[in-house]
């Protein structure tokens, strides 16, 4: 069968499509796939761009196939020199080294671990709470992953960190919004440029830098022969991790690897968590029944991971709220090859291929109910109609090592 052309969606000459992106990306985006179909093409800026926005075509590019689809080299490039080069901001060889070397921090054990010290500092949090008063919840939010990261990350209690969660959340935020400007003008501004952006780089990077390698030059031992103690942390697993050859991170690989982790897991998780209780807020009854579920499995106790089971209509909520809040946002890789395997559509060698994940879990085209619809339908149409297998590829790896574990 002889592939097929991607529909087009044509535009302006040169600025393509960059109007419309501009001014409202998603709705862009949805525009696009309801009309072109679940993968069409784009330009801007003289550059074309494929859109996929089908569920199953997503997990062909993240997992089954993700070797012929590697990160576009223009976010590493942007991602690299303010991240660092961790899991997230490498390709080939060099990911699936640390891609390894990290797989155990997130063994069960170690999760569970994590789990009881997120419910010990969330409590910690909410005794600090008093009826009546009025607070920012997303403040509130980012003070409580920032707790929480810090803890599972480094083994930095509450009170260590009080000093510097300021300074960390100032410097991650300062990175976000340098990446941001860089994702639409990084060929456009250089980074010489007397711009407020440009100036905060080195500030931002240097602080994150400065904190993390101070952590692990604590651990670090005098002799050459001294064994770095495992504290049950991220950090510890990544600095006692070995490869097959005995070798292990640097210090300098450690560090990075650290930034990675935590800028993934700091201000995304708040903000999940900020508009789960802004939709619970709109949404009395859903509330209601919430609390009744927690009411009834823990009688007033403090939560575990392994409540989790008994508490089916609690992950419903979280799904329904990242589904409706459209987060994570989206991403990009590079290099196609010439045939997109599945669709049998011909791809040009070097195009960009962008996917945004409220396209395949939020519209009604591939999910064909309505935004607004309550967890329990939501549920019901999930497990109908989404991959049975993740399209994330640590969860791939995980669930893979799970099915390999059983008996």
């Known amino acids: 069968m002889n592939p097929k052309t991607i529909p087009d969606a044509g535009g302006l000459p040169w600025l393509g499509q960059m109007p419309q992106m501009t001014k409202d990306p998603l709705?862009?985006?949805?525009?696009?796939?309801?009309?072109h179909g679940?993968?069409?093409?784009?330009?801007?800026?003289?550059?074309?761009?494929?859109?996929?926005?089908?569920?199953?075509?997503?997990?062909?590019?993240?997992?089954?196939?993700?070797n012929l689809f590697p990160k576009?080299?223009?976010?590493?490039?942007?991602m690299g020199p303010l991240l660092g080069y961790g899991l997230l901001t490498t390709n080939g060889a060099q990911h699936k080294k640390l891609r390894k070397l990290a797989q155990p921090a997130f063994h069960a054990k170690r999760i569970t671990t994590y789990a009881d010290a997120m419910t010990?500092?969330?409590?910690?949090?909410?005794d600090e709470w008093r009826d009546g008063e009025t607070r920012d919840i997303s403040a509130e939010m980012l003070r409580l992953t920032m707790y929480i990261v810090s803890k599972t990350l480094f083994d930095a209690d509450r009170n260590?960190?009080?000093?510097?969660?300021?300074?960390?959340?100032?410097?991650?935020?300062q990175v976000q919004e340098v990446a941001d400007f860089d994702f639409t003008w990084y060929d456009f501004a250089p980074q010489w440029l007397p711009l407020r952006v440009n100036r905060q780089r080195k500030p931002a990077r240097q602080m994150l830098d400065r904190i993390i390698e101070g952590m692990i030059a604590e651990r670090r031992p005098a002799?050459?022969?001294?064994?770095?103690?495992?504290?049950?942390?991220l950090l510890s697993m990544l600095m006692l991790a070995e490869d097959e050859n005995g070798e292990r991170l640097t210090d300098a690989e450690a560090r990075d690897e650290a930034i990675n982790l935590f800028v993934a897991g700091h201000e995304t998780t708040s903000n999940a968590l900020t508009w789960t209780w802004y939709l619970l807020s709109q949404h009395p009854q859903a509330a209601t029944k919430l609390r009744a579920e927690l009411d009834a499995v823990l009688a007033g106790r403090t939560p575990t991971l392994h409540d989790l089971a008994n508490l089916p209509y609690t992950p419903q909520v979280t799904k329904a709220s990242m589904r409706l809040t459209r987060r994570p946002g989206?991403?990009?890789?590079?290099?196609l090859p010439r045939i997109a395997p599945s669709a049998n559509m011909k791809l040009s060698r070097g195009r960009q291929c962008s996917f945004h994940r409220t396209l395949c879990t939020g519209w009604r085209i591939t999910f064909p109910i309505p935004m607004n619809s309550s967890p329990n339908v939501l549920r019901r149409q999930w497990k109908k109609r989404c991959p049975a297998t993740p399209t994330c590829p640590l969860a791939a790896a995980r669930a893979s090592a799970s099915a390999t574990r059983s008996p």
């Open 27 to 35: 709705h862009f985006m949805l525009n696009l796939a309801r009309s």
């Open 330 to 335: 989206c991403s990009t890789v590079g290099r």
């Open 223 to 233: 002799g050459a022969s001294g064994q770095v103690e495992d504290r049950g942390d």
């Open 72 to 78: 576009a080299d223009r976010d590493l490039a942007i």
């Open 38 to 66: 679940p993968i069409a093409r784009f330009t801007m800026f003289g550059k074309s761009f494929i859109l996929i926005s089908d569920a199953d075509y997503v997990r062909e590019v993240l997992v089954t196939k993700a």
């Open 120 to 126: 010990d500092l969330a409590t910690d949090v909410i």
């Open 160 to 173: 260590a960190m009080s000093g510097v969660a300021d300074q960390i959340g100032q410097a991650i935020h």
